[in-house]
């Protein structure tokens, strides 16, 4: 089975600090996802990663950055951790198998409040 | 961009019946994926569509792909309190896209014992 762990369920920051979510999967997967999850707004892709040291933006990078030295590894980070990024974040991996059929998994999620 | 309609947005129906869970592309679907989501955690893959009219099934939930209308839908029959959750459609999003996926907002599943 898949496993994408993520390092804490629940995290409580305060305005201003730099916020480190860890991702981590076992199935040596090439694509990793960071997304945020609100309500009202669904999953919000943030960044994504295709190979190791390979980063793209998703469709609302600001205010994040991403570091993948390992290929099981994917952090997101919140340089300036402001009140508007409380929210779920959810990581996933996924295999490149062509023809379109690379199915994503999903990590726990950790729900972040920015105080 | 592509856009994700689900619908309906919440549903509240009696252990035993029958449900369909909509989702309409505002675009070509070049794949079409089915999560669940139990409040505060994260999404389990249920089930992936690729060609227009696939169906799968998995215990007693059934997906189908309407390519023409831009839609998928996932039917549970004879509900329980275990399909109680939050469902979501993913669809690949075109081009290179790395397996990228867009979302739906959600459908919120109750179901009363």
């Known amino acids: 089975d898949v496993k994408v762990t993520q390092s804490s369920r629940y995290l409580v920051k305060r305005t201003g600090e730099k916020v480190f979510l860890e991702c981590v999967q076992d199935m040596d997967h090439e694509n990793m996802f960071w997304y945020r999850q609100d309500p009202g707004l669904g999953l919000r892709l943030i960044y994504f990663?295709?190979?190791?040291?390979?980063?793209e933006k998703g469709d609302i990078p600001e205010g994040y950055s991403v570091s993948r030295e390992k290929k099981e590894r994917f952090s997101l980070i919140l340089e300036s951790a402001s009140t508007n990024q409380t929210s779920m974040y959810l990581c996933a991996s996924s295999l490149i198998v062509g023809s379109g059929r690379e199915t994503q998994y999903f990590g726990p999620g950790t729900r972040l409040l920015v105080l | 961009s592509q856009e994700l309609e689900q619908s309906p947005q919440s549903l509240i129906v009696q252990e035993g019946k029958n449900l369909t869970i909509n989702c309409t592309s505002s675009?070509?679907?070049?794949?079409l994926y089915w999560y669940k989501q139990k409040y505060g955690e994260g999404l389990i893959f249920l089930m992936m569509l690729q060609k227009g009219g696939e169906e799968k099934s998995h215990e007693k939930i059934t997906a189908k792909l309407d390519e023409k209308k831009q839609q998928s839908s996932l039917h549970i029959t004879a509900s329980q309190p275990s399909h109680a959750g939050i469902y979501l459609c993913g669809a690949r999003r075109g081009g290179t896209s790395y397996g990228k996926l867009t979302f739906g907002q959600g459908t919120i599943l109750t179901v009363h014992p």
């Open positions: 675009k070509t679907l070049y794949g």
């Open positions: 990663s295709y190979d190791v040291k390979m980063k």
